[in-house]
């Protein structure tokens, strides 16, 4: 029955989330990597009719990317002339002009803008809103040192990454002042990178015309690369862009520019200023909070459903034993205290203790803690109030839990959990089966306070669903703390020592639960009392029944 029931464990475990993951819509666009978030910006779908922001660098056009990434570019004409890096000297070149850019172009000039200190990515990808494969541009200022690197981007590790020698970038320079990180480069359109000749894409990477949309993916970080960077959508998103646009006189996104919303100073990384008074978050700080509920939020959720809810389940499927243990320290303690082996207290132990059943009868007479006057708090009921106790707890811990992402999880800006809600396929399924464990459970405690009578003939159907109905909340919670753990790992950090801890304590709670049932079934079958079946008939001891007929 034992190997059975573990057997059962298992297989859910293997079958539930492949149910859940078939039954996500398989035509949404989702991220193949563990790293993107994607939003679709307000960008014209006619391409001929398209309009972007004018350019502080001098590019024909920019666009904000992210909630904190610009992008500028050009189509052909003269490379970056200013006598900053990255920018043209004059006026911004197409601010007046009223008609389109040049769609044979042969090359087009990047600028990515971000108001981090650490590193800038820029990657082109053959399919919208996927992170590999990627041709990537990523640059960055360590101390003295400065770069501007393509890579071909095929795996979710600094490991994946190799240089991709098929791109060729000229004039490429990133530069950090009092308000960004500005990266320039200038690619051939007739180049393809190696992600597309993996991908056996007949599209180039930087389509031109009407109609045509390059799908780019930015992320930006406030450390020096290969770390991971923000999670936050405002230095991470996915967008399809028409580079053949035309300059608007007024900006046609949300205006924002480094300099004009906020700007962290280059060495200090944190501390705001905002040139209309107003009070601007600390990306970095903000972050750095949101990991620290992230934490609080695994901690919380590993004890409520591997310790606590293990704990309150043992204590029901074993409480027989724990009846005959506590009822046997009752015995040791009062035989201690006592040197009169006639007294009433000692006589009800032996008479007790003598005709304790070994199947189905019920003893003659009852336990100590039945028979002696204590409280029914103790002997038959004690494993109630274990049970009780573990579950209730388990309860507010999981709502605290529930409650953490949507209320913690803010991008710096108020917007909540969603600054960090990914279309990664583990995201999905964590949500999913984090909302679904949530609204069971609270199922799970209507159904545990309407219980029917011991007597009653419903009583064994219910004693099945509740039975069965807590085992498959904690297969699927186990689960689910395995995806939560991936996804710390992503957001939080990628240290292989701190995520090997969150696996092992999780994993030390699993196997040790599993063993401590072996050994207590192991303990219930050398007493020759067997598995409790859970009514009267079974083979419950006369305390047990009488708990059962007061509270159980």
């Known amino acids: 029955m034992i190997i059975r029931s573990y ?12 149910i859940v993951k078939a039954s996500l819509d398989s035509k949404t666009r989702l991220s193949s990597g563990r790293h993107l978030v994607h939003e ?17 660098l001098g590019y024909d056009c920019s666009w904000l990317v992210c909630d904190r990434i610009r992008l500028h570019w050009s189509l052909g004409g003269s490379p970056p002339n200013g006598s900053e890096p990255c ?32 590193y800038i990515a820029m990657s082109f990808t053959a399919q919208y809103g996927v992170m590999i494969p990627a041709d990537a541009v990523i640059g960055q200022v360590s101390g003295d040192v400065a770069s501007v690197t393509p890579y071909f981007v095929e795996g979710y590790h600094k490991s994946d990454m190799y240089l991709d020698k098929t791109i060729h970038l000229t004039y490429s320079a990133i530069v950090s002042n009092a308000t960004s990180t500005n990266m320039c480069f200038t690619r051939s359109v007739a180049e393809t990178g190696q992600a597309f000749l993996t991908a056996k894409m007949a599209s180039p990477n930087i389509p031109l015309g009407p109609g045509k949309y390059a799908l780019l993916n930015f992320a930006a970080g406030y450390t020096s690369f290969p770390s991971t960077h ?45 040139n209309s008074g107003s009070t601007i978050v600390d990306p970095v700080a903000a972050e750095n909070e949101v990991h620290e509920y992230m934490t609080m939020h695994g901690l919380v959720m590993i004890v409520a459903w591997l310790f606590l809810m293990p704990l309150g389940t043992l204590a029901a499927r074993h409480k027989s034993l724990i009846t005959r243990w506590f009822d046997s320290v009752i015995s040791v303690s009062s035989g201690s205290s006592s040197s009169d082996s006639s007294s009433p207290l000692i006589t009800s132990i032996s008479s007790s203790s003598a005709s304790f059943p070994s199947s189905g009868s019920l003893p003659s007479s009852l336990p100590l803690a039945a028979s002696s006057g204590l409280p029914p708090v103790v002997g038959g009921s004690l494993w109630f109030l274990i049970h009780r106790l573990a579950q209730g707890l388990a309860v507010v811990f999981v709502l605290i839990g529930f409650v953490i992402p949507f209320t913690c999880f803010d991008d710096g800006e108020g917007r909540g959990e969603r600054g960090y809600k990914s279309h990664m396929l583990a995201s999905r399924l964590h949500s999913v089966f984090g909302i679904s464990l949530t609204v069971l459970l609270g199922v799970h405690l209507i159904k545990a306070l309407a219980r029917p009578k011991p007597n009653a003939s419903r009583r064994p159907l219910w004693l099945l669903l509740h039975r069965w109905t807590g085992r498959v909340m904690i297969a699927v919670a186990a689960v689910n703390v395995g995806l939560g753990v991936s996804l710390w790992r992503t957001h939080v950090s990628d240290d292989s020592y701190l995520s090997g801890l969150w696996i092992a304590l999780a994993a030390l709670m699993v196997v040790g639960f599993i063993l401590f049932d072996a050994f207590l079934s192991y303990v219930q079958r050398q007493e020759g009392q067997g598995a409790i079946k859970g009514d009267v008939s079974s083979g419950l001891t006369a305390a047990a029944a009488a708990a059962a007929a007061q509270g159980g």
Not at 106 to 115: D, G, K, L, N
Not at 257 to 271: E, N, R, W
């Open 87 to 118: 920018t043209y000297s004059g006026s911004p070149r197409n601010v007046s002009n009223s008609g389109s850019q040049n769609v044979s172009a042969s090359e087009v000039h990047f600028a990515v803008q971000s108001e981090l200190y650490g």
């Open 230 to 274: 923000s999670m936050s959508k405002m230095y991470l998103c996915s967008i399809a862009l028409p580079l053949v646009a035309v300059a608007s006189a007024e900006p046609a996104d949300r205006g924002w520019i480094p300099g004009h919303g906020s700007s962290y100073g280059k060495h200090s990384g944190s501390g705001s200023s905002s």
């Open 40 to 56: 679709v910006k307000d960008i014209p779908k006619d391409a001929s009719d398209s309009k972007c922001a004018p350019s502080t």
């Open 7 to 18: 057997l059962g464990f298992a297989l859910l475990c293997i079958v539930f989330p492949a």
